[in-house]
């Protein structure tokens, strides 16, 4: 069972960066793939990135470049670096663990999730 927390949500001007964290519950954190998606209204949630116990990543390609996922598994924490940052990034973004070793970008393939936090990219 793991528990996650996100937290480093808020409102940024177009350019700007935000980080945010996720932080986790369980002693098997460091084996579990940890993902990030997003939920802009009326849209459906959609794959961010993901990073793998052997800290492989993997990025959707509207955020390539300009994203970074990494992990402190010392910590039990996943951060998302969002840099250059757009309005159509606006959002929730849920944080999510798989306990497989492999990545995955679809939603149905994590079995837990944060609560989600806000970020807001203003013009």
């Known amino acids: 069972q793991v528990q996650l927390v996100e937290s480093g949500g808020g409102l940024v001007q177009a350019g700007g960066s935000l980080r945010l964290s996720c932080a986790g519950s369980?002693?098997?954190?460091?084996?579990?793939?940890m993902g990030w998606f997003r939920q802009a209204p009326g849209k459906e949630r959609e794959f961010v990135g993901f990073i793998t116990w052997s800290t492989i990543t993997y990025y959707a390609s509207s955020v390539k470049g300009r994203f970074t996922v990494s992990r402190d598994n010392a910590k039990n924490t996943v951060f998302l670096q969002m840099n250059s940052l757009k309005p159509e990034d606006t959002a929730v973004y849920y944080c999510?663990?798989?306990?497989?070793?492999?990545?995955?970008?679809?939603?149905?393939?994590?079995?837990?999730w944060g609560q989600g936090t806000q970020v807001t990219v203003s013009p």
């Open positions: 999510a663990a798989r306990s497989d070793l492999v990545g995955a970008t679809t939603s149905a393939q994590y079995g837990y």
């Open positions: 369980g002693r098997t954190f460091s084996r579990y793939t």
